[in-house]
């Protein structure tokens, strides 16, 4: 199982949280203030945002290229939990702005508008998921030693499966009633096909049954509809499911040696 398959097989639905403020990344001296006072995550933030606003502490200074990758970074976190959570038509750009912590001015900023968003959350989180999965087995020496991470990794996955599958979904019907984002989601589909297509090349070399191409578009829609009945009956149907289908399927291709 290569780095190219396994990607396909993916993501995790990143938790994010909003605020009115712009937060300091977690550091030392947040770890150390939460440790000293006892206090909660949310609770050190806005201790130590009132610190920066007085000037007792200085916040760390960012370039501008990193304070506006931040900035989209953040709107794009918002985005995705409100279109979970309200849908794309129900969520509006003010409503992605206040949940970033950011004006209405700061989202035109960055986006044309909010299909611009969804096309570039949907590339991006198709980059990502991909990314984090071949990092599993970069430094793998056989099979065994990238399916068992990969295993945990869709075992982590499912603590957000519900979040991630309605995401997906939402994305997916907001392409069906605007024609005009479908080549966005036909370029995120590709790029997983593609990473899956690549796998299967290395796996079966000249002994695959079809084209690869082929035998990818199978394990690409597989996983979406295996990805739907295990949160339909979680007690049922291991969170492993997706992994244990394309290991079956692609010893099931190989042809007897």
């Known amino acids: 199982m290569t780095a190219g398959l396994t990607a396909a097989m993916r993501s995790r639905c990143a938790s994010t949280t909003s605020a009115a403020l712009i937060r300091p990344e977690r550091t030392a001296e947040a770890t150390s203030v939460a440790r000293i006072f006892h206090m909660p995550p949310q609770d050190t933030d806005l201790y130590l945002n009132s610190l920066m606003y007085i000037g007792v502490m200085p916040p760390n200074r960012l370039s501008r290229q990193e304070s506006r990758a931040r900035t989209r970074q953040r709107l794009l976190d918002a985005a995705g939990e409100l279109f979970a959570e309200r849908g794309v038509n129900g969520t509006s ?66 603590e957000h499966l519900t979040g991630w599958l309605t995401l997906r979904l939402e994305l997916l019907l907001y392409a069906l009633r605007n024609p005009e984002i479908r080549p966005e989601v036909a370029e995120r589909e590709t790029i997983a096909r593609e990473a899956i297509a690549g796998g299967v090349r290395h796996e079966l070399g000249d002994d695959a049954p079809a084209d690869a191409d082929f035998l990818a578009l199978i394990l690409h829609a597989l996983e979406d509809g295996l990805l739907i009945q295990r949160l339909l009956h979680p007690d049922r149907i291991s969170d492993e499911v997706v992994v244990d289908a394309a290991e079956l399927l692609l010893r099931s291709w190989k042809r007897p040696g």
């Open 93 to 158: 750009v003010e409503q992605i702005a206040e949940h970033a912590g950011y004006s209405r001015g700061a989202f035109y900023g960055n986006f044309t508008d909010k299909q611009a968003l969804v096309a570039e959350l949907l590339k991006h989180r198709t980059l990502r998921e991909r990314e984090e999965v071949a990092a599993l087995q970069r430094d793998a020496t056989d099979e065994q030693d990238v399916l068992e991470p990969l295993r945990a990794w869709h075992r982590d996955r499912a």
